[in-house]
């Protein structure tokens, strides 16, 4: 069966390294977990004309968007950390509770306030080394 998107959730630690809380971020519409590895080309006279790659340096990062709820202690935690440029702990969580939580950096924290709708936001987290999977 195939997962809905809604229950696929954004979390961020307010609590400390040493005894993490994680608080749901307020508001969430979108999100998207992203993984991806560079390749490292071993292309040599010996494949006989056909390319040869290798895994290189992975990363993962975060984008997520959605109602903007100012008071929201996830928010925060988020504006916080951008505005002193610290390392956010976060967690990815899927519909089936599969979570993956790492390290990151803030890289881009909008906000849009328009005169006819609701205000909105979008933050992206680029991973600061390995992530984490649990079930």
């Given at each position: 069966?195939?997962?809905?998107?809604?229950?696929?959730l954004?979390?961020?630690?307010?609590?400390?390294?040493?005894?993490?809380?994680?608080?749901?971020v307020a508001g969430q519409?979108?999100?998207?977990?992203?993984?991806?590895?560079?390749?490292?080309?071993?292309?040599?006279?010996?494949?006989y004309g056909w390319q040869d790659e290798d895994y290189g340096i992975a990363s993962w990062s975060i984008e997520a968007d959605g109602l903007l709820v100012e008071d929201d202690l996830g928010y925060q935690a988020l504006e916080d950390a951008f505005?002193?440029?610290?390392?956010?702990?976060?967690?990815?969580?899927t519909a089936a509770g599969t979570k993956y939580e790492g390290d990151a950096i803030i890289t881009d924290f909008s906000s849009e306030a328009p005169y006819d709708d609701q205000a909105t936001y979008?933050?992206?987290?680029?991973?600061k080394g390995k992530y984490e999977k649990s079930l």
């Open positions: 069966m195939a997962a809905r998107g809604v229950n696929f954004l979390f961020v630690n307010t609590g400390t390294a040493e005894a993490p809380i994680y608080t749901k519409k979108g999100g998207t977990f992203n993984r991806s590895t560079d390749t490292i080309d071993l292309t040599s006279k010996d494949n505005e002193n440029k610290e390392i956010v702990l976060v967690r990815w969580q979008s933050v992206t987290l680029n991973g």
